[in-house]
């Protein structure tokens, strides 16, 4: 069974803050998306890393892929309000013909005035 | 370029009863698929629809079944509906069905199973 584990759960910080997200597993993937979800809305896709050791940079925010494609990170710099969400990060890999996603447990995020 | 839509937005239903959740796919997106977010957690994979086929599944009953039309749109029907089936369901779209292709996602159904 593959697994994602993420950490912290749950982050509260104040703007201008820095911050890093953890995306583990013990299982190898095709590549890893990064989401942010809203409350009651669906995953709002952020990021594909493929290929092991990759970094892309999204304006203030880092994804970087391990070189095992076993782990992934999401770095933040300098928080605002606005990136408050739920963060979640997603394995993609085949079972049979179809291509899942496996998510990580996810990480919420508050970022405060 | 149209995004992934869902209907209905949200739904009550009493247990033992059947519901059918339906998805439009993004333009040019020949595959879809469906997950359950149960509340605080991730979503789960319940299965992929490409060329109108089920492709793969994941660990999820018989009585969670699904259709794929001509215009890629998609149907999930679930029967003998039960407390736990309780959940956001989400769909999505991708360009093909590989494991590369990133998937793109509907704002999702609320089902509440009473």
């Known amino acids: 069974t593959q697994l994602l584990e993420q950490s912290p759960q749950f982050l509260s910080i104040q703007e201008g803050e820095n911050l890093t997200v953890y995306c583990n597993s013990s299982?190898?993937?095709?590549?890893l998306q990064w989401y942010r979800q809203e409350p009651g809305e669906g995953p709002v896709l952020l990021v594909t890393?493929?290929?092991?050791?990759e970094v892309k940079k999204l304006k203030r925010l880092t994804f970087q892929f391990g070189d095992a494609r076993k782990d992934s990170s999401l770095h933040i710099t300098a928080a605002q309000p606005g990136d408050t969400g739920l963060y979640l990060c997603?394995?993609?890999?085949?079972?049979?013909?179809?291509?899942?996603?496996?998510f990580g447990t996810g990480t919420r995020l508050q970022v405060t005035l | 370029e149209t995004g992934v839509t869902q209907s209905p937005t949200h739904l009550i239903k009493t247990r033992g009863q059947q519901v059918t959740l339906r998805c439009s796919s993004q333009?040019?997106?020949?595959?879809v698929s469906w997950y359950q977010q149960a509340l605080g957690q991730g979503p789960q994979f319940i299965f992929q629809?490409?060329?109108?086929?089920?492709?793969g599944r994941g660990n999820f009953p018989p009585r969670f079944s699904g259709l794929q039309f001509p215009n890629y749109s998609s149907e999930l029907n679930v029967n003998a509906l039960e407390l736990d089936d309780s959940a956001l369901y989400l769909c999505a779209s991708s360009l093909l069905a590989g494991s590369y292709y990133e998937q793109y996602f509907g704002p999702g159904t609320r089902l509440t199973v009473t």
């Open positions: 299982s190898v993937f095709s590549s």
């Open positions: 997603a394995g993609a890999s085949l079972t049979g013909t179809a291509s899942k996603l496996t």
């Open positions: 890393v493929v290929t092991g050791g």
């Open positions: 333009s040019g997106h020949n595959t």
């Open positions: 629809y490409y060329r109108e086929e089920e492709n």
